[in-house]
């Protein structure tokens, strides 16, 4: 199974579930229609999957087979018995997409099209995958660098990516959780309410809760943000309306001047 069509099969069953939960428990009013909104998140989608297809020799199981059969990598070095080291893999990896995404941020050439994935202005579980094909190309030479180097094992990286893709969704997604509920929650993973908070127009919030999967970066590193009490604006303040979630705009908009 390629990783192209892994990413494909749990987008579809998620993109199911969670607009399904999105319907009928909604955590807040939709800003845009979904007919709005979505030709240009599949179809940015679309692309990325096309490119991800082009690019298999360079897939995240790819370099972790090219670790395994070169011996290279920490966890190819050492002894350690195979459980802890699958779970350490799956830490270890969680942590780098945590800086991989900081790094998103962070860095001008990074952000410009990682804007991409903020400009969008009602999150639901379309926009986990609304990347520019660019920032895919950049992610996939990321990952896959910290793969080699961390040596993780191919069942690792494929539960890993599993793991991140389904995630993603479930935080992006418009989804009600009740408050007791939630705050258990996010001691352990991130959550949709805690998530929505970094993609806020503000740059003092939208510059914490980075992490995707596990929320023990944030409060480790100092960049967590609780409830910040109110209502904002979700999204860039350039990219408010209807012509903002057209293909053609998404795939401008990083060579826009900002």
Known sequence: MSESFLRGGIFLSGL??????????????????????????????????????????????????????????????????????????????DFAVYLQHVLSHRVPLLWRFHRVHHSDADLDATSALRFHPVEIIFSIIYKGGGVVLLG?????????????????????????????VESQLRNFIVTPQMHIIHHSTLSKFSNTNYGFNLSIWDKFFRSYQGDVGGEFTIGQLDCQDVQSHKLKTLLLLPFKKN
């Open 152 to 180: 993780a094992s191919f069942e690792a990286v494929f539960v890993f990516e599993v793991i991140l893709n389904f995630t993603a969704m479930f935080n992006h997604s418009n989804i009600y959780i009740p408050q007791r």
């Open 16 to 93: 199911v579930l969670f607009s399904s939960l999105e319907y009928f428990i909604p955590y807040r009013e939709r800003l845009f229609k979904r007919s709005q909104r979505w030709p240009g998140n599949l179809l940015l989608i679309f692309i990325s999957n096309v490119l991800l297809t082009g690019l298999a020799p360079l897939s995240l199981l790819s370099f972790s087979r090219l670790a395994e059969e070169g011996s290279v990598g920490l966890l190819n070095n050492v002894e350690m018995h195979y459980p802890l080291e699958f779970i350490f893999a799956l830490v270890a990896l």
